[in-house]
């Protein structure tokens, strides 16, 4: 521990910065992955102090948080320890125990975004049912509990169908797509078959995914950032372009969903809103996360306030920052692992040797303790006077890896 806690029940709630001033602020996260990094590196140009509680000594928060605990934030027993010497709580991830977060919040401890955010948002499925029920578009879902259930949701929605696990996904591990009633068994078992929980979605024939990063203070004032469009490459996002390119009247419906989606749940904080444009000019909610999300990372260098920034102004209590772009361009390049142990890292940071050589281009390296194929090692944003050029800059930067990246 750098610097002296504070462990003062009492202070649960406290966020009023004209009694304890900024500096007085320890935002807790739960997680300690790369968002936790980011909003670490955030937190240090605003005088605000992060602690993250996460179960790896040598998490990519821990060299840069003014303090990391290490336990699992799984854990009732250390998530209400942690709870003790923060004042106030959120997550960079929301696969934590939303029973805890509930009982510490009627205890006074004050959770942002509410633990009913956190409760409806870690199960896909009850998500769905939540937006459902708040008139969101999305695509049609039911839950299934056998072969037979799968085999009348696929006579309903027809294939391919879209199985989903409805807990702990991330990276699409949670996903299997059947293309046929030969296939419904196999991608069940390959989802560990029904005993976590399975639902099915009609599969959502999208041109485009876009996504929508929208912030809520504490006073509930909400703004949204410009609409993106994400590229996934094997159910990963692997290149987000900023803004969209989408006309007007799309980019307003899918400001629209998205503020509207955000505005169904509880607490401050900065959303990641997942959205399908469909071919006849649909958009379907796709998921929604409660934290910094991927699709946002641009605005580091792209906007007026990071989605980082505005989280921790979201949480804190401080007035909102303009989300607008500040540059007319900007791509997202994750830096995927693409080799297990030392040559993924070699060729990792030949990628980032040569974005330092390209104009409006910078790198961002997570510090993972281990390279593994697939794994988010680290982003590469590029900004330019358009998408044009954008674009050109970054065929550049991969050009000696083959255009087959792009
Ligand atoms: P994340 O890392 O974003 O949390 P996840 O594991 O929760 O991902 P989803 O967002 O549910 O997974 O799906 C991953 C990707 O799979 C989507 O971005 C989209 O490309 C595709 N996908 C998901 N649902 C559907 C659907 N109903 N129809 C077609 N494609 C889909
Ligand atoms: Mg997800
Ligand atoms: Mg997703």
Redesign the pocket.
């Known amino acids: 521990c750098k610097a002296s806690l504070n462990t003062d029940h009492t202070s649960h709630g406290k966020h009023d910065l004209s009694v304890h001033g900024l500096s007085e602020m320890v935002v807790g996260v739960l997680g300690g992955g790369q968002l936790g990094r980011m909003l670490c590196q955030a937190a240090s140009q605003m005088a605000i102090k992060v602690m993250v509680l996460d179960p790896s000594e040598n998490c990519p928060a821990s060299a840069l948080a003014y303090h990391h605990m290490v336990g699992s934030f799984d854990d009732s027993s250390t998530v209400e320890e942690f709870a003790k010497r923060c004042g106030v709580l959120t997550v960079e991830i929301e696969h934590v125990d939303a029973e805890t977060l509930e009982r510490l919040e009627k205890q006074g401890v004050d959770c942002q975004p509410k633990a009913s955010t956190i409760r409806i948002i870690q199960d896909?499925y009850l998500q769905k049912v939540h937006f459902s029920q708040n008139d969101i578009p999305l695509?049609k879902f039911m839950q299934i509990n056998d072969l037979e259930g799968a085999k009348k949701a696929a006579n309903l929605f027809g294939y391919p169908l879209?199985i989903?696990s409805k807990r702990l996904?991330?990276?699409?591990?949670?996903?299997a797509v059947a293309r046929s009633e030969e296939e419904l068994s196999s991608a069940i078992s390959a989802l560990g078959g029904f005993s976590h929980g399975l639902y099915v979605?009609?599969?959502?024939p999208?041109v485009k995914?876009l996504a929508v990063i929208v912030a809520r203070g504490r006073d509930n004032s909400i703004v949204c950032y410009p609409v993106v469009e994400t590229i996934?490459r094997e159910?990963i996002?692997h290149i987000v372009k900023a803004p969209a390119d989408v006309p007007w009247k799309i980019r307003t419906l899918a400001t629209d969903v998205a503020y509207k989606a955000v505005s169904s749940l509880q607490g401050a904080g900065v959303f990641a809103v997942?959205l399908f444009l469909t071919g006849d000019g649909q958009v379907l909610l796709?998921?929604v996360?409660p934290r910094p999300h991927n699709s946002g990372h641009h605005t580091i260098e792209s906007c007026y306030t990071s989605q980082f920034e505005q989280h921790l102004r979201a949480v804190v209590g401080l007035p909102l920052g303009d989300p607008s772009m500040k540059t007319p361009s900007a791509i997202m390049y994750n830096l995927l692992g693409e080799e297990e142990g030392e040559p993924g890292f070699i060729l990792a940071h030949q990628l980032i040797a040569r974005a330092l050589g390209i104009s409006g281009a910078t790198a961002h390296w997570y510090d993972k303790p281990e390279m593994r194929k697939q794994r988010k090692m680290g982003h590469i944003t590029i900004v330019g006077p358009s998408m044009g050029v954008v674009e050109a800059r970054l065929k550049s930067m991969l050009n000696e890896e083959g255009s087959d990246k792009l």
């Open positions: 896909k695509p879209m989903k996904a991330y990276d699409g591990r949670g996903n979605e009609k599969w959502a999208f995914e996934h159910n996002c997942e796709n998921e996360a």
